[in-house]
């Protein structure tokens, strides 16, 4: 009986990894050749751009990033691939490369941005779900509207007005 409940677990666990691996998200800048890392930061630098996917990134995070790229363009260039440099270049490329997709992992765009919350009047928390650009952009548009409010004069009428 314990076997037969120790194989259905294991199986269930089995089943249940490769679900979870396909749900972690894909680095943004992953190039091993000179060739795919020109079309990697080309297209990364265009994301950042106004409208684009990484376009949240704040000015400081753009010159970190530009200058990251920059850095790792001339280390392949100067190489042609991973492959062929040193293990202290590998290294350096490689802390390059993860401070890079940190930065766009926590500005993406596109991210999932998921949190309960209980509605008012009750306690069933609801799960609601939404991207980080809609986030941002109900954020940008309630910032406005209260920019918006706060200068329009407010007129009081006195009583027997017209």
């Not at 050749?33 to 990364?44: K, P, R, Y």
């Not at 990251?68 to 490329?93: F, H, I, P, R």
């Amino acid at each position: 009986m314990k076997f037969h409940l120790m194989a259905a677990l294991l199986g269930v666990v089995f089943v249940a990894l490769p679900v979870s691996a396909a749900e972690k998200i894909a680095p943004a800048v992953n190039a091993s050749t000179q060739d795919a890392f020109i079309t990697v930061s080309t297209w990364v630098r265009g994301q950042m751009e106004n409208g684009g996917r990484y376009s949240f990134v704040t000015p400081v995070e753009r010159n970190t990033v530009i200058a990251d790229l920059d850095l790792m363009g001339k280390m392949m260039a100067a190489n042609g691939s991973v492959d062929k440099m040193s293990q202290d270049e590998k290294t350096a490329m490689f802390n390059r490369q993860e401070e890079v997709n940190a930065i766009l992992a926590k500005r993406d765009r596109e991210r999932l941005v998921c949190k309960f919350e209980r509605p008012i009047g009750s306690n069933v928390p609801v799960k609601t779900c939404l991207t980080a650009g809609e986030l941002e952009d109900r954020k940008l548009n309630d910032k406005k509207y209260l920019e918006r409010r706060q200068s329009t004069p407010q007129t009081r009428k006195t009583p027997g007005e017209p």
